[in-house]
Every structure is written in structure tokens, then in C-alpha cells.
């Protein structure tokens, strides 16, 4: 939990008294390759943070899968629709490969932020970073083509590039396996 308290308080600085308690509720759990950390029709009642291994949050419709965001050691995450109104998730979070994360959970967070100036200003924080990354995330599919965001792929996920499927790839850039070897073969 070291990793989880030095982002913590890195983020958005925590008092003593806050710190602590946010702290000792904590659980950390274990995740095979592949396992659900949230299933589609779940509620997400945590806040996740990884501590070792790598996570994606997607969607299926229609039998094709697509993908939103890939989770790498450090982050701090959840499936936030679900987490801030207790409805269902239509996305999934799973794990990539043996994954292991710290969970805050909702209730734990919402008694933290009511009783702690700090840990809502923590929380505020992380809310706020969700829709700018997702307005990035959207502007670029509708305004670059699939070689553009192949290269803006590489540069946001340079570290954990060789760890993510081909088949992932291709499905967050929304082209198909084909298209993704082409553009490579480009390189």
C-alpha cells in the first residue's frame, strides 16, 4: 500500500487524521488474466487503484468489442457513471494480465469526503481529469484518421506498448486487426 499512500498524497495533499482513515479501510485483491473487476450489469462500488499488472474498461455491442482506456501500475480508476450514481455498469473493467489493486469503496469514499475538506477536494480532483480525458479520447476519433491515432496510441501507452494485444489495439482505435498490421508494416 506504500505505492497507493505516495499517489495519494502526490494528487492532492492529505491531512494526518484523513490520511489515516482513508488507509486502514482499504482492501487489496488479486485478479487472474482475463477476470472481471467489474462485470456489464454490475455496480462499481470502488474506487481502484493498480498496484501491479494492467487493466482495460470496454464495452461489447453488436459482438464487437470496443475499448475505452487502458489502466497501467499507478493509476487510480473506476467505471465512473456506475460509481457516482450506483447504476448497473454497461462497461466492463478486466484484467489483462494477473492484476493486483487497492479498493476504496463508494461508501468509504462518500463518509471521507462529508467528514474531510481534503478528501474531497482529492475527489473533486479525480472527477475532474475523467471528462477531459474522455473529450481528448472522443475529439480523437472523430478528428484523426486510424494512423494518426495509432501514433497518438504509441505515445500515450509507450511503457506498457509490448503488454496490450494486438487485438486490443486495434478494438481502442476502432479499426480492424488488418488495418492495425498495415499501418505498423509502415513503421
Known sequence: MPDFE?????FSPLDKEAADELFKDVKTKRFKKGEYIVKPGEVCKHLFFLNEGLAMICFEKEDKKFVMRFFSEQRLFTV???YLTQTP????LVAL???TVTM???ENMEALCKKYHCMETFFRKLVSITPVRMMKRISE???ENATER???FVKEYSTILQRISLGDIANYLGITQQSLSRIRAKK
Open 6 to 10: 505516495h499517489f495519494c498524497h502526490h
Open 80 to 82: 465512473f457513471d456506475s
Open 89 to 92: 455498469s454497461e462497461f466492463m
Open 97 to 99: 494480465e494477473p492484476t
Open 104 to 106: 476504496v469503496s463508494h
Open 141 to 143: 476519433m472523430l478528428e
Open 150 to 152: 495509432y501514433n497518438i
